[in-house]
């Protein structure tokens, strides 16, 4: 997982154990992890990200709940079957719900175009930045 913490969630106000469920989906979706893949042990993040244990434990807990992570008795965790799809089509669903229908709602409020958006879109695109990174 090539990615902080701070990267994976820019939002002060989330939970720790949810940054790092967050962190570990993120190098799912960038492929760092595939399907059947072993995660890095609770100890092992908790030691590479600075946390106790049990928070480590908790944002794995997560991804367990959601089927993007299976527990191997004995062995530790692997990415589950369909779990960068899975991924996807929640943080899809999310980002439509939370941010996509709440922005047009601002725009048409303000009497703003699709246009304009679109000519937003455009500049940031091109202000620089790594897109594979999840940075504009």
Known sequence: MTET???????SGRALFVKIATTIENSILR?????GDFTP????????LGV???????????LVADG?????????MVVASGAR?????RRRAALLDNYIRPMLREIWILGLELQDLEQWIDAVS????????GRP
């Open 41 to 48: 042990s609770t100890n092992s993040l908790a030691a590479t």
């Open 85 to 89: 799809d899975g991924i996807l089509a």
């Open 31 to 35: 492929g760092e992890l595939v399907e």
């Open 52 to 62: 106790n244990p049990a928070t480590a434990q908790r944002g794995a807990a997560l």
């Open 68 to 76: 993007v992570l299976e527990k191997r008795r004995g062995i530790g």
């Open 126 to 133: 091109h202000e620089g930045g790594d897109r594979r990174a």
């Open 5 to 11: 913490m701070e990267e994976s969630m820019p939002f």
